[in-house]
């Protein structure tokens, strides 16, 4: 029986020798069915800020297409890189967010390889809870770090509150933790004898983080980077609560105060300053894209 | 350069035991294989050496030094090991001076040392390279670079060669001998390839379960094996063990295999195993070389008897021939002319002159 079904399947069988199976190639239909799927629906929103922000008001209120540009014009772009505030703005996001990452990078790097080399009473549990703290929102956190600040504030006489710069001991709370998970997993995949050859070699356990961790992780400390980057230049609620004065706000929250007057909404220059906001973000990943992926995907793998 | 010496050297892990209580003396220039199973304590003994693993109880000493407390570091050791664990991001140089540099050296110094291992490694032309761009056997140069450059007291090497095929490693294990002719530092190198270990060691340490099984030159292992482990892990193909007793009939020592097979013995093992009990549960340790294809003339010692050989193995210079022999496989080694063939029988000699006698028990060598 089985041999006959074997004869019968043999002929019957078509195989194209020297080009893609038929799986193969509805596999890739349909990926790509799918993909231009999802880049349609991410890549609509910021095409229509696009086309809004190159709109004056007047046409924006009009009742035309809203998807056409009938009378471009760059007025928003002039009117809001001509205002001291916008730069002001988006001075204090460069600052935070820079700053944040320096803060981010000197607490997570030194505090991965503790966890993932120095083998010490508790480091496997201090390494889980450090990332379970990065599961709190930060909509349950930022009360009580605001009461934090306040009584710091009363009692010191430091005033934190209402100053760019407090956002620079709190978005860490964010950023500290998921990154020191990634450089927990990097760390973890580099083989152990690397280290141990460079102990042997008279390295310092801080000569071999400086310099043989640091440069071989790279890839690892870029995608940290990105991350902390990405999540201080977005964040909305912690800026949106910790500062008020205008001259201290940074760009999320200063577009939508001063760019929302009562129930005016000045649409056009809310695109172009989101627009204008979310470049940067993206430049860093166009240029880092490769090493964003590999230094996830290390950490995927070995978390 | 300096002599290592290892004194009741013991390693816990919790509840295991990996090392126990080890002594050994290397001796100054002497090359030391540490051989044995996986698990067997011979890595970790060699990482206490280094001062990789913490000793749980004993004394380490290099060069007369107790170190036991004392930093890899300020050992004065170099290391190789198994994956190589060259700096990824460093190229063969830089690999190699990593360690200097650490020490301040100037770099003039650095330099001719560099220059002068790359020579004797023949690694000169890749000086430039990173590691990636290396294949396995160069970059196993360049891990014994890293060591040789440092000019340490002892060399240590981690199954340095595993990751090798089996080409390019009979080919490194000749550049470390040179090597070690050249620079006549002292080594303990650890393997769990016996050939390995008897190719390239003065001395070789055979462990089992934390234990040193015997320590001896490779021709002293071969031919004098103290326990059944030894016997049965040292050659190539494994050493026969057949159960046997020992019998006197007509005033003559035998050894019988089963029923219809006995051997005489020759006289001076006679004369050797006479104080073992008759009738006790023994065992007859014969090398494959020591099986081989009859002679047409008698000779002392060596007698004759008929075989139905299982599988046949031509290796080119021999034949390896497999058959059962008192309900277990035997191997022996014939001549590739002696018309050995699968299925077929062969009249076969075994050499008594080179037999070895074990307790079945205890597995010591009578």
């Given amino acids: 029986m089985s041999t006959l079904a074997i004869d019968k399947a043999g002929p019957n069988r078509k195989i194209k020798y020297g080009s893609m199976s038929r799986d193969r190639v509805w596999a890739l239909r349909w990926s790509y069915f799918f993909l231009t799927l999802f880049a349609v629906f991410s890549l609509t929103p910021p095409l229509y800020m696009l086309i809004t922000s190159l709109k004056g008001s007047a046409e924006i209120s009009a009742a035309t297409n809203p998807w056409w540009v009938f009378h471009p014009t760059l007025s928003n772009y002039v009117e809001l890189l001509g205002s001291n505030q916008y730069l002001r703005f988006f001075w204090n996001s460069a600052m935070v967010s820079v700053g944040v990452v320096v803060v981010t990078m000197l607490i997570s790097v030194p505090a991965a390889f503790a966890l993932a080399r120095m083998k010490f009473w508790g480091s496997a549990v201090l390494a889980t809870g450090i990332f379970l703290t990065y599961l709190i929102p930060d909509s349950l956190l930022f009360i009580p770090l605001f009461k934090m600040f306040a009584a710091i504030g009363d009692f010191t006489g430091i005033q934190l509150i209402n100053r760019w710069y407090v956002l620079l001991f709190i978005y860490p709370t964010l950023t500290v933790p998921f990154c020191t998970w990634i450089m927990i997993s990097y760390f973890a995949s580099i083989p152990k004898e690397i280290d141990e050859a460079a102990i042997i070699d008279g390295a310092s356990w801080f000569q071999t983080l400086t310099r043989i961790f640091i440069p071989v992780a790279m890839p690892g400390l870029i995608a940290a980077t990105i991350f902390a980057f990405t999540v201080s230049w977005a964040q909305f609620l912690y800026p949106l609560v910790f500062t008020t004065s205008t001259d201290q706000l940074v760009l999320p929250v200063g577009i939508i105060t001063t760019l929302i007057k009562g129930d005016v909404f000045n649409w056009g220059q809310i695109m172009t300053g989101a627009l204008l906001g979310a470049a940067p973000p993206l430049v860093i990943y166009a240029f880092l894209m490769d090493y964003y992926i590999a230094g996830l995907t290390a950490g995927a793998t070995k978390g | ?366």
Avoid: W
């Avoid at chain 2, 001076?97 to 330099?111: D, Q, V």
């Avoid at chain 2, 050939?195 to 001896?216: F, P, S």
């Fill in chain 2, 1 to 366: 350069m300096a002599e290592v010496n290892l004194r009741k050297i013991v390693k816990r892990y919790d509840d295991v035991e990996a090392v126990r209580g080890i002594d050994l003396d290397i001796a100054d220039h002497e090359f030391v294989v540490l051989v044995g199973p996986s698990g067997c304590g011979k890595s970790t003994t060699l990482r206490m050496i280094a001062g990789l693993e913490d000793i749980t109880d004993g004394d380490i000493m290099i060069g007369g030094d107790i170190v036991n407390d004392v930093p890899p570091k300020d050992r004065d050791i170099a290391m190789v090991f198994q994956n190589y664990a060259l700096y990824p991001h460093m190229t063969v140089a830089e690999n190699m001076s990593f360690g200097l540099r650490l020490k301040r050296y100037p770099k003039a110094e650095i330099k001719t040392r560099i220059d002068e291992a790359a020579r004797m490694l023949d690694i000169v032309e890749l000086i430039d390279r990173k590691p990636k761009q290396l294949s396995g056997g160069q970059r196993q140069r360049v891990a014994m670079g890293r060591a040789i450059v440092r000019n340490p007291k002892v060399f240590l090497f981690d199954e340095p060669l595993s990751n090798l095929d089996a080409k390019l490693r009979v080919q490194m294990r000749i550049e470390i001998k040179k090597v070690h002719q050249k620079v006549r530092t002292t080594t303990v190198y650890v393997t769990h390839d016996q050939v390995e270990a008897m190719t390239l060691a003065d001395r070789v340490v055979v462990m089992n379960k934390g234990r040193i099984e015997q320590i001896g030159t490779p021709q002293e292992l071969y031919h004098k094996p103290a326990t059944r482990f030894v016997a049965g892990f040292i050659g190539s193909p494994a050493m026969n063990f057949l159960p046997c007793q020992l019998e006197e009939n007509a005033g003559k020592m035998h050894i019988r295999l089963t029923e219809r097979i006995a051997f005489p013995l020759p006289p001076d093992r006679a004369a050797r195993y006479q104080n073992a009990k008759q009738g006790e549960k023994l065992l007859l340790g014969l090398r494959p070389e020591h099986i081989t294809e009859a002679k047409g003339h008698a000779e002392p010692g060596i007698e004759a008897f008929d075989a139905l050989l299982d599988v046949t193995e031509p290796m080119g210079m021999e034949t390896l021939i497999y058959f059962a022999l008192a309900g277990k496989q035997v191997c022996g080694r014939v001549n590739p002319n002696a018309c050995a063939h699968d299925g077929e029988p062969l009249r076969l000699a075994v050499d008594l002159n080179n037999m070895h006698l074990l307790n079945e028990v205890t597995g010591a060598v009578i």
